[in-house]
């Protein structure tokens, strides 16, 4: 999940602007969480996609 769009319960602000320390200590943590933290929705489904045709084809110059 990314935190553009999470709301803090502390401070009621975007958890990316980091207004407050729980602010700023959850955007740290879900950075580290994932590699993916910070790709778009997007970004991930066409590396997805990229993924299962390369996998197709492998599957495919072997058969």
């Not at 990314?2 to 502390?10: G, I, Q």
């Not at 975007?14 to 740290?28: F, H, I």
């Amino acid at each position: 999940m990314t935190y553009d769009r999470l709301v803090c319960a502390n401070c009621a602000a975007p958890v990316s602007e980091g207004r407050c320390p729980v602010c700023r200590a959850n955007r740290e943590r879900l950075q580290q969480e994932s590699p993916f933290a910070g790709l778009n929705p997007m970004t991930l489904i066409a590396l997805l996609a990229v993924l299962i045709a390369a996998v197709a084809l492998l599957a495919h110059q072997t058969a």
